[in-house]
């Protein structure tokens, strides 16, 4: 089975930055993409950003031009670089990655915004 790690979650302020970080068991190359969903209480899992093996990105209207996605395919690791953080942005950040028809999820790791 392919693990996904996530990590660099935490407690930020408003305006604030983080990066995520998501490594996996197995070489991300084989992967047909890899993406970020997030998910905040009360709420169902939404779709965040995407990236192809070919590199490729895709963003949700909501994070455009404050996020950014990208790969280390030596470290097999996918990141998730988010600027300018709002408390909207407040919730559990999931990898994803997926070699039709499976889908692997990580646990999740959480980013709080707030004063």
């Known amino acids: 089975q392919v693990q996904l790690v996530e990590s660099g979650g935490g407690l930020v302020q408003p305006g604030g930055s983080l990066r995520l970080s998501c490594a996996a068991s197995?070489?991300?190359?084989?992967?047909?993409?890899m993406a970020w969903y997030r998910q905040a209480p009360g709420k169902e899992r939404e779709y965040v950003a995407t990236?192809?093996?070919?590199?490729?990105?895709m963003y949700a209207d909501s994070v455009k031009g404050r996020f950014t996605i990208s790969r280390d395919n030596a470290k097999n690791t996918m990141y998730l670089q988010m600027n300018s953080l709002k408390p909207d942005d407040t919730a559990v950040y999931y990898c994803?990655?997926?070699?039709?028809?499976?889908?692997?999820w990580g646990q999740g790791t959480q980013v709080t915004v707030s004063s």
């Open positions: 994803r990655a997926a070699i039709p028809p499976i889908v692997y």
């Open positions: 197995a070489s991300i190359s084989t992967f047909n993409a």
């Open positions: 990236i192809t093996t070919t590199g490729t990105t």
